[in-house]
């Protein structure tokens, strides 16, 4: 893994999605996060977040590690990280020597641009028609406040059609055929 190999973070979400090979839902960070040799290290056990923060990232010695606040939700826990992942595939790194990120508005928004797109993928919900809170937030495991700003954004992507517009979407989808097929007979069956 290159870390800051990612421009911007939609089209780093969807790269994130390919090269883990993610092909189901919920997106698991963890193992994203081990396939690319970063470690989690919950702040229970060593207690370096303030109050306020949620997590962080910290290198040493050349290895990354991901330090989140365990007390929250497990559907937080799993955003934070999420967040934490695309600060470092998107290089906000290295805005700064050492430990710690330089933190900007513009970084935390790309941030969560990536984690909102990489646990709920657009093309994923638009396949299986997926569009209201309460099903983004069960089908992706995420907060039921992250999943309405998700569930806003694609009644936005739907009026516009706004979908496979670009390659990276479009293999994405591929990837995903298994899981939308099994889940639209599921659906069916349920009827
Ligand atoms: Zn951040």
């Known amino acids: 893994m290159n870390y800051g190999c990612y421009k911007n973070a939609r089209n780093a979400s969807w790269h994130c999605l390919i090269d883990y090979k993610i092909n189901s839902l919920p997106v698991k960070v963890s193992r994203i996060a081990k396939q690319a040799d970063i470690t989690l290290l919950k702040n229970s056990a060593v207690n370096l977040l303030n109050n306020s923060e949620s997590g962080t990232t910290l290198m040493q010695n050349d290895k990354l590690y991901i330090i989140y606040a365990d007390e929250q939700s497990a559907q937080r826990c799993r955003f934070t990280i999420a967040h934490e992942l695309g600060h470092i595939f998107l290089g906000h790194l290295f805005n700064k020597d050492g430990a710690g990120f330089a933190t900007t508005d513009d970084a935390e928004h790309s941030a969560n641009v990536f984690a909102r797109d990489l646990l709920a993928p657009a093309c994923v ?67």
Do not use: D, G, W
């Open 125 to 191: 919900l638009h396949e299986l028609q997926i569009l209201t809170a309460a099903e983004i937030s069960r089908l992706c495991n995420i907060s039921l406040e992250a999943a309405t700003y998700r569930s806003e954004r694609m009644q936005e992507l739907e009026k516009r059609n706004a979908f496979y517009k670009h390659p990276l979407e479009r293999e994405v989808v591929k990837q995903f055929k298994e899981f939308i097929n099994k889940k639209k007979s599921q659906s069916y069956v349920e009827l």
